[in-house]
C-alpha cells in the first residue's frame, strides 16, 4: 500500500527564518514519483517539484531546496529566508510508474509572520 | 495561459438540485481527475479517467457522477447534493506512460455551496 506522511499539521515562522517541511513516504515499487504542491488561499494547487525514485539528487531552485534520501524514504523541502507570501500549504505527493493515483500528505500549513 | 481551466469558480446550488461542474485542459494529457477537497483536508479523489477508460474510487458515492466527451473535456455532476457534498471540486491532469509520468496539473478550483 502507499502513503504520505507529513507530520507537522502547522508551522509558523518569523520572516527571514529557514523552514523545513517533512515528508514520508510508504511503497513497495521500486520506480516511483514524489511531488511537493503549494496551495495558497486561492485554493489552486500548484506544482512546486517533482523527483524520480531513480534520482536522489538534491535540487535547489531559487529560496527552495528539496532534500530526497530512500534510505530513509523522506522528501524533505526547505525555505530559505521564509517570505509572507509563502503562507500555504504544502501538499507532498507520490505517484508510482504502473499507476494514474496521486497520493497526498495531509498537508502542512505554513504561516510567515512578518 | 490556463492549461486547466474550471467552470464556474463558484456554484451555489439548492440542496438536492442536480450540478454539474466542468473542466477542460489544453495540455492533452490522457488523465484526467476529479478531487474533493473540504477545509483543512488533503485532496480526495472521486475518480479518474485514463482516455475513456473510467476509474470509480470504491468510496466515491453514487450521488457523484462524471462524463468525458473527448480529450478537453471532463464534467463532474452532481446528482442530488447535500449539505456535505459543500467542498471545493479540484480538476487536474496529467500524462500516463510508464517511465515518463508527469506531475499533476490543477485548475483553480469549483467552490460549491449547498443551501
Known amino acids: 500500500a502507499q502513503k504520505v506522511t507529513q507530520a507537522q499539521t502547522e508551522i509558523s515562522v518569523v520572516e527571514k527564518e529557514d523552514v523545513t517541511l517533512d515528508c514520508v513516504y510508504e511503497?513497495?515499487?521500486?520506480?516511483?514519483?514524489l511531488f511537493w504542491y503549494k496551495q495558497p488561499p486561492s485554493g489552486e494547487l500548484v506544482f512546486l517539484i517533482r523527483r524520480n525514485s531513480f534520482d536522489e539528487q538534491n535540487e535547489i531552485s531559487g529560496r527552495y531546496s528539496w532534500n530526497f534520501q530512500k534510505s530513509t524514504s523522506s522528501f524533505n523541502f526547505t525555505i530559505t529566508a521564509s517570505q509572507v507570501v509563502d503562507s500555504a500549504v504544502y501538499f507532498c505527493a507520490l505517484r508510482m510508474d504502473t499507476g494514474n493515483q496521486f497520493y497526498f500528505g495531509t498537508g502542512t500549513s505554513l504561516t510567515v509572520i512578518p | 495561459d490556463a492549461m486547466v481551466i474550471q467552470n464556474p469558480r463558484y456554484q451555489v446550488t439548492q440542496f438536492g438540485k442536480p450540478v454539474t461542474l466542468s473542466c477542460s485542459q489544453t495540455?492533452?494529457?490522457?488523465?484526467m481527475y476529479w478531487y474533493q477537497q473540504k477545509s483543512s483536508q488533503a485532496p480526495k479523489l472521486l475518480f479518474h479517467?485514463?482516455?475513456?477508460?473510467?476509474?470509480n474510487e470504491a468510496d466515491t458515492p453514487d450521488n457523484f457522477q462524471s462524463r468525458r466527451p473527448n480529450t478537453s473535456f471532463c464534467f463532474l455532476d452532481i446528482r442530488s447534493p447535500g449539505l456535505g457534498d459543500a467542498a471545493m471540486y479540484l480538476c487536474?491532469?496529467?500524462?500516463?506512460?510508464?517511465?515518463?509520468?508527469?506531475?499533476?496539473?490543477f485548475g483553480q478550483g469549483t467552490r460549491l455551496t449547498v443551501v
Open positions: 487536474a491532469t496529467s500524462r500516463y506512460a510508464r517511465g515518463r509520468n508527469t506531475e499533476a496539473f
Open positions: 495540455l492533452n494529457h490522457n488523465v
Open positions: 479517467y485514463y482516455d475513456k477508460d473510467f476509474n
Open positions: 511503497t513497495r515499487d521500486t520506480t516511483y514519483y
